[in-house]
Nanobody, 125 residues
Framework: QVQLVESGGGLVQAGASLRLSCAASGRTFSIYTMGWFRQAPGKEREFVAAIRWAVRNTYYADSVEGRFTIFRGNALNTVYLQMNSLQPEDTAVYYC??????????????????WGQGTQVTVSS
């Protein structure tokens, strides 16, 4: 089992930045990929970004590429999502998750086996 805890969400104005964190514990040696997804009210949960744990390759959704950055920190088993130039359409609950594969399939929700509880990001116009 892997436990994931997100933090860093909040209420900001359009154009602002936020950094989300996701701390993993448990069987972290099994983590191959970590990803961020988001779910807005009334919408499906959608892919945001993913990072291949060992070599730090990344994937991004088109809607966030150039504004968001996923990276590993110096602290063990922690992944971050730096979000710049936030817009109201970025408002959602953000979830981190782990997968044991890499490739385009990491953009699919069903590729992930462990999920955090989510953190709310609200961007006002």
């Amino acid at each position: 089992q892997v436990q994931l805890v997100e933090s860093g969400g909040g209420l900001v104005q359009a154009g602002a930045s936020l950094r989300l964190s996701c701390a993993a514990s448990g069987r972290t040696f099994s983590i191959y990929t970590m990803g961020w997804f988001r779910q807005a009210p009334g919408k499906e949960r959608e892919f945001v970004a993913a990072i291949r744990w060992a070599v730090r390759n990344t994937y991004y959704a088109d809607s966030v590429e150039g504004r968001f950055t996923i990276f590993r920190g110096n602290a063990l088993n922690t992944v971050y999502l730096q979000m710049n130039s936030l817009q109201p359409e970025d408002t959602a609950v953000y979830y981190c998750a782990t997968a044991q594969i890499w490739g385009p399939a990491v953009m699919r929700r069903d590729s992930y086996n462990y999920w955090g509880q989510g953190t709310q990001v609200t961007v006002s116009s």
